[in-house]
């Protein structure tokens, strides 16, 4: 096998996966202050897999979202979300094993930045380093 390259618009290193906890259909809280309450994940972006597979996501994932309940201007519809929360234990590279309560998203604008100012309850490290944006609104991340 020959050497590992870096190519055009993929770092050199490779991203530690999560153990993916969500799915195509999952319901997930919303955990910031935008006016969702509930959303169900109906895509997830990049993912290139088999015919008739559930595409998966885990944290620190981007997800397309529809929104089941909240305010009625921001119910049926359809935004960016990442992902910040998941029941299914994961395992961190220090050997760790980490689980949430319950799944959760923070919402995005078109332009990708955070839709809410604040998010309400912990986001998991691993979506705190790959977006920024998110950590600074966080209140806690474990």
């Not at 996501?57 to 089941?68: C, I, N, P, Q, W």
């Not at 998941?86 to 955070?114: H, K, S």
């Amino acid at each position: 096998m020959g050497a590992k390259r870096a190519v055009a618009g993929k770092p050199a290193f490779s991203r530690r996966r999560v153990n993916t906890g969500l799915q195509v259909q999952t319901v997930a809280k919303v955990a910031d202050n935008s006016g969702a309450k509930e959303v169900m994940i109906i895509g997830v972006p990049g993912y290139h897999g088999r015919l008739r597979r559930v595409p998966p996501a885990g944290v620190g994932d981007l997800v397309v979202v529809s929104v089941k309940k909240g305010i009625p201007e921001m119910r049926k519809q359809v935004f960016k979300a990442i992902v910040v929360r998941q029941r299914r234990p994961y395992r961190r590279a220090d050997g760790t094993w980490i689980a949430f309560e319950d799944n959760a998203v923070v919402l995005l604008t078109p332009e990708g930045t955070p839709k809410g100012s604040e998010i309400r309850g912990p986001i998991a490290r691993e979506a705190a380093e790959r977006w920024p944006q998110i950590a600074n609104l966080a209140s806690m991340i474990i």
